[in-house]
């Protein structure tokens, strides 16, 4: 299964109905990332016949982002008249009215309250509180299911543009660690005369260590000219990185952790660093580590 990013959008128009009656609607489908799945829906209450589907939808096809889905759904039926909501002014008119009274101002005209919104509806919003056909439903949900794959196609074709930018930065740092691996400083012979050389200039203070300490201190030292151990985790890690990018799939979360592990490896090499080009070489190992996991952040 390939990669995919977590970042994509999508929009599909269609209509249903006769020449009477017809529903027109977009859906328009948004995705970001995210720590896991978070499914965002804004559908007009008339149409929430199909909110269940929806997020059943998107949960069986898509394991990580933000995805935000919004229905924009308008009803045109012939014809010029409208109508007006005698109860919903009935009852405006009551509450303004008595509104007014404690107010001390002048009681509402009804050519006022004909401006509020709902009192008067054209027939394209007449009957919208009614619930939805089956049919239309239906075929809504096919249209959706449209959106949800070209969606889908987008996240993946980012997600491919991902993969070979991770696996080049996984490259870089393979090569990078062998760099370390093979720097002058690091044969036996260089560490041995570094040593040797802290050791004497101990022995100098000896008289102002006990025997203890000065052992503490030599042992200290040993360690911290030694990066063999962090050098094979780094080369344990590239390994499994290069695994999981072949594995593909929902990926995302394991690539951040492994981010993680190899900054905490690049970390104690820079710390160990007694010389110069190791550092320099730890410092450019911790940028393309930290480039790495911007990049992963977007994958699911």
Not at 64 to 81: A, F, H, K, M, N
């Amino acid at each position: 299964m390939p990669i995919a990013s977590m970042t994509g959008f999508a929009s599909v128009s269609g209509e249903w109905g006769s020449e009477g009656l017809r529903y027109r609607w977009r859906w328009d489908l948004k995705s970001v990332n995210a720590r896991g799945r978070d499914v965002r829906l804004r559908i007009p209450g008339f149409a929430d016949g199909v909110e269940a589907d929806i997020r059943k939808r998107v949960s069986d096809r898509l394991a990580r982002g933000s995805i935000s889905v919004t229905l924009q759904l308008d009803r045109e039926q012939s014809g010029t008249g409208a109508a007006i909501d005698v109860d919903l002014f009935v009852a405006l008119a009551a509450s303004a009215r008595e509104a007014a009274e404690r107010a001390g101002l002048a009681p509402p005209t009804a050519d006022g309250l004909m401006m509020l919104r709902g009192i008067v509806q054209s027939d394209s919003e007449q009957g919208t509180g009614d619930p939805l056909e089956e049919a239309l439903l239906g075929a809504l949900l096919e249209s959706f299911d449209t959106a949800l794959a070209a969606l889908i196609e987008m996240r993946q074709r980012e997600g491919a543009h991902l993969h070979e930018v991770v696996l080049d930065q996984v490259s870089e740092i393979e090569h990078l660690t062998g760099a370390i691996a093979v720097l002058p400083q690091r044969t036996p012979d260089a560490i041995g005369t570094r040593l040797a050389q802290q050791i004497d200039d101990l022995m100098a203070r000896a008289s102002e260590l006990d025997p203890d300490r000065l052992h503490q201190e030599a042992l200290l030292m040993s360690q911290k000219q030694d990066v063999r151990e962090e050098i094979d985790r780094l080369a344990a890690h590239v390994a499994a990185g290069r695994e999981l990018l072949a594995e593909g799939g929902a990926v995302g979360r394991r690539l951040d952790f492994l981010t993680q592990e190899l900054n905490r490896e690049a970390n104690t090499i820079c710390s160990k660093s007694g010389d110069i080009e190791l550092t320099r070489i730890g410092l450019s190992l911790k940028a393309v580590i930290d480039q790495m996991r911007e990049q992963v952040q977007n994958i699911e």
